[in-house]
């Protein structure tokens, strides 16, 4: 399994960006992903999830309202469309995906695959 993130950038304050993250060799609609972030010095945080039908999505009070998950099944891809950034959304963005038992879609320990990460930078 191969997850390949990209679009991250440098973006100020009050902008979008859209994160994209292709999965190779699994059938995708089958798996939940989700999205995550590392800042500098801290751990890896939660961001977004979402099911592998796309019916069901769960984001982390911090980005809910700016933030939107979706997934293109027909194209074996993730994206989180960011709005309305802030200098505190600054980080490495990651996308995993989970085999089974995804109920703990918060924990990065609930994902068996990741991608290399994306960086996101917010200037203010």
């Known amino acids: 399994v191969q997850l390949q993130a990209s679009g991250g950038g440098l973006v100020q304050a009050g902008g979008s960006l859209r994160l994209s993250c292709a999965v190779s060799g699994r059938t995708f609609s089958t798996y939940d992903m989700g999205w995550f972030r590392q800042a500098p010095g801290q751990d890896r945080e939660f961001v977004a999830h979402?099911?592998?039908?796309?019916?069901?999505?769960y984001y982390a009070d911090s980005v809910k309202g700016r933030f939107t998950i979706s997934r293109d099944n027909a194209k074996n891809t993730v994206y989180l469309q960011m709005n309305n950034l802030a200098p505190e959304d600054t980080a490495i963005y990651y996308c995993?995906?989970?085999?089974?038992?995804?109920?703990?879609?918060?924990?990065?320990?609930?994902?068996?695959?990741w991608g290399q990460g994306t960086q996101v930078t917010v200037s203010s």
């Open positions: 995993g995906l989970c085999v089974i038992s995804c109920s703990g879609y918060g924990s990065s320990g609930t994902y068996d695959y």
């Open positions: 979402i099911s592998g039908s796309g019916g069901n999505t």
